[in-house]
């Protein structure tokens, strides 16, 4: 994580939710980067270095959990989704690929920033946590990567969280 102000990478095709997000973002001390595509996205995460990402589902050229499914192949970057796509299935489909949270639209700014700052907690854990280890199995903690047999399993956040949790 960035020292000093944490760095939201905010992807959404609609200027005025952007612009609703950096403004509401900004009054609480976060440094906001903004994104209207997927594409604008990946291209941001890699050159901005963001500690987290709130991430819209319906973009004009990447669909979100693509996004997401595409960040996840070499980025453990906390990510919110925040869509008006309120089935389950959407839900499932999101976290599956990899999403830490999903809230839909409308929100609240005050839950979102809370969800913001428990995602943020969960990254900041301290360093030098231990690696466990059973037979072919291991878990760093630190790391949050598990291998078998020296070859690493890719896991969603939330089942890696339950090895951090147990």
């Known amino acids: 994580m960035s020292i ?7 992807v959404d095709d609609e200027q005025a939710i952007r612009r609703f997000l950096r403004v ?8 906001v980067i903004e994104a ?12 901005d270095k963001p500690d987290i990402i709130i991430l819209d589902l319906g973009l004009p050229d990447i669909d979100g959990v693509e996004v997401t ?3 996840r192949q070499w980025a453990q970057i906390p990510i919110i989704i925040l869509s008006v796509r309120g089935s389950e299935s959407n839900k499932i489909a ?6 830490d949270d999903y809230l839909t639209k409308p929100f609240g700014v005050g839950e979102l920033l809370a969800r913001l700052r428990a995602s943020l907690r969960r990254m900041a854990r301290p360093t ?7 037979g072919d199995l291991k878990v760093d903690l630190t790391k949050r990567i598990v291998t078998v047999a020296d ?6 956040p939330r089942s890696m969280d339950c090895f951090v949790c147990w």
Do not use: M, N
């Open 128 to 134: 030098g946590e231990p690696v466990f280890t059973s």
């Open 94 to 99: 999101a976290l599956d690929a990899g999403a």
């Open 4 to 10: 000093g102000k944490p760095r939201v990478l905010v």
């Open 24 to 31: 509401a973002l900004t009054s609480q001390a976060y440094t």
């Open 69 to 71: 499914r595409l960040l």
């Open 151 to 156: 070859r690493e399993v890719q896991l969603t």
């Open 36 to 47: 209207a595509s997927g594409q604008e996205a990946l291209s941001s995460a890699i050159a």
